[in-house]
Nanobody, 125 residues
Framework: DVQLVESGGGLVQPGGSLRLSCAAS????????MGWFRQAPGEERERVAA????????VYADSVKGRFTISKDNAKDTLYLQMDSLKPEDTAMYFC???????????????????WGQGTQVTVS
């Protein structure tokens, strides 16, 4: 059974940093593309960043480009999101998603991801 468990969220002041983690129990993890998405109350799920299975391609939403960095550790079956220069508008529940086969051009499409975690809350205030 596929499980994704996010952690690392919390309350941070504007301009601060957080590092989110997503521990995955998918096999083989190295074959999965991974993504981060977020959802604020009353809003639709929004793309944040994604990475292909071999960590060759990374893509970011314009709103986080230059501030967030996604990375994938295939040895630890873990996905990360380093978030710097946080803004109040980054406040949301952050979810990680996993998918086996995704074209690079579709990495930021939420409907490509078949497996999701429960989320971790990030509050910037």
């Amino acid at each position: 059974d596929v499980q994704l468990v996010e952690s690392g969220g919390g309350l941070v002041q504007p301009g601060g940093s957080l590092r989110l983690s997503c521990a995955a129990s998918v096999y083989p993890y190295r074959n999965y593309c991974m993504g981060w998405f977020r959802q604020a109350p009353g809003e639709e799920r929004e793309r944040v960043a994604a990475i292909d299975s071999d960590s060759i391609t990374t893509v970011y939403a314009d709103s986080v480009k230059g501030r967030f960095t996604i990375s994938k550790d295939n040895a630890k079956d873990t996905l990360y999101l380093q978030m710097d220069s946080l803004k109040p508008e980054d406040t949301a529940m952050y979810f990680c998603g996993a998918a086996r086969l995704v074209y690079s051009r579709n990495l930021l499409l939420a409907n490509e991801y078949k497996h999701w975690g429960q989320g971790t809350q990030v509050t910037v205030s």
